[in-house]
């Protein structure tokens, strides 16, 4: 099964900045996802990022706040613009093909003060 | 949406007993899968069961599916003290495009 890193790990921002979080998998992927989870929920898909394409957004995501980079099949970005408390959450990303178990990072804890 | 409701929403039990955690969803399924997630840190996938499918085992845990009824559980036998997790249910569509969590199942089970 593909090994997922992410990175930070957990951050501490100020209002009104942006942070990256990076996703690298030890194999090559075809899809690959942002999850966000708020405190005491579940997990919200924000978009599926596909390489070589623009990556596909949910409903109540856009890319503006969320952008999304996708350079090669072992990579992706996600940004979180414009921070506000609200985005306080700790942020997924996963791997995985269709009829099989996704395969998720450990996640970046994100506290915007 | 793509995805419905879990019960109970939390469960307390002693070590020993069995837990059973409840999902249903909305739509036609090409799978449905099961994850643990252990103090906010990633998800374990624990069993993928599709849906022509009825029953899966994995050790101790049991997951049964109806897509009659769009309706999935999950079984923890002889549970222990290191079960305590929240655990979700996870919808494949038939499009194949993406999965949709349930709102989770917070598990403690008390030595």
């Known amino acids: 099964s593909a090994v997922i890193s992410q990175k930070p790990s957990r951050d501490i921002c100020q209002r009104g900045t942006s942070l990256t979080i990076q996703c690298q998998v030890d194999?090559?992927?075809?899809?690959m996802f942002w999850y966000r989870q708020q405190p005491g929920q579940s997990l919200t898909l924000i978009a599926t990022?596909?390489?070589?394409?623009?990556?596909?957004?949910e409903s109540g995501f856009v890319i503006d706040k969320f952008p999304i980079s996708r350079p090669n099949l072992t990579f992706s970005t996600l940004t979180v613009s414009n921070m506000s408390p609200e985005d306080s959450s700790i942020y997924l990303c996963?791997?995985?093909?269709?009829?099989?178990?996704?395969?998720f990072g450990d996640g970046t804890r994100l506290s915007i003060l | 949406s793509q995805q419905g409701e879990e019960d109970p929403q939390a469960l307390s039990i002693q070590e020993g007993e069995n837990a059973t955690m409840n999902c249903s969803y909305k739509?036609?399924?090409?799978?449905l899968q099961w994850y643990r997630q252990n103090s906010g840190r990633g998800l374990v996938h624990l069993i993928l069961?599709?849906?022509?499918?009825r029953e899966k085992h994995s050790g101790r845990l049991r997951v049964t599916l109806d897509t009659s009824k769009k309706s999935s559980s999950l079984l923890i036998t002889a549970s222990r003290a290191a079960d305590t997790a929240s655990y979700f249910c996870?919808?494949?569509?038939?499009?194949?495009?993406?999965?949709?969590f349930g709102p989770g199942t917070s598990l403690s089970v008390i030595p």
């Open positions: 996870a919808t494949e569509g038939t499009s194949y495009d993406k999965v949709i």
């Open positions: 069961i599709r849906s022509n499918e």
């Open positions: 990022a596909n390489q070589g394409s623009e990556a596909t957004y």
């Open positions: 996963s791997v995985g093909q269709y009829n099989q178990p996704q395969h």
């Open positions: 194999s090559q992927v075809t899809m």
């Open positions: 739509t036609s399924i090409n799978n």
